[in-house]
């Protein structure tokens, strides 16, 4: 048995447990930072903060089972990433819904059926989570992801109900993306935001065609990014 002040550091100590959990990590601390590319800034350059809830993607390295005389090995196969999904709240004017919607116009219109390719369509996205006091942790090789060439492949419903009482419309919008990496190392400091996004354009309505390329002019962190 431990004695005196080895207590303290004995596998099995509440107070070293608690020292090395320190604060924890609250579910409500976190940050989004991205571009809607074409999207006004309605808000005063405000961070994205009508997104209620979002998450670190998965990250899933499959395998391949060969069989041998009823026993089987594994070799590995390929890695895939999860789609994400930000639930957001709907503002009263229709504003950022229907930014996401633009965003999804640039590249295939609804009427026009074509769209545009560019690069400024394709923005990364930054999702961070924070200390208590509001400030990014130190290590952001963990609690900070990167989404790589973001794009919206589906906005959600918004549920109307007469008998929906004492709540907010809300919506989903499904991200798909390339790939996500940590972000903090040396060479990406932490406080860094997206990659520029400098393509600009209009979308194909906008233009009256389906040649129009959609796209924000500016940092990647973009008028809902801080």
Known sequence: MPHGNDQGTAPHSISRFSQAFGQGQRATLFEVEGAIPGGQDHFGGAKLFFIKAAQFPASTIGFIEVPFKGRKIKRLGDRTFADRTLTVLQDEENFIREDFVSWMNAINDHDFILGAASAGLFPDWNIRALKQDGTIPANQNILGVRLISCFPSEVGTLEFNYETV????????????????SIGSAADPPGAGARPVTTTGTSPRQAGGPAGGGGHQGPGVGPYGG
């Open 166 to 181: 004492d709540t907010f419309v809300e919506f989903t919008v499904t991200m798909q993306y390339d790939y996500w990496m």
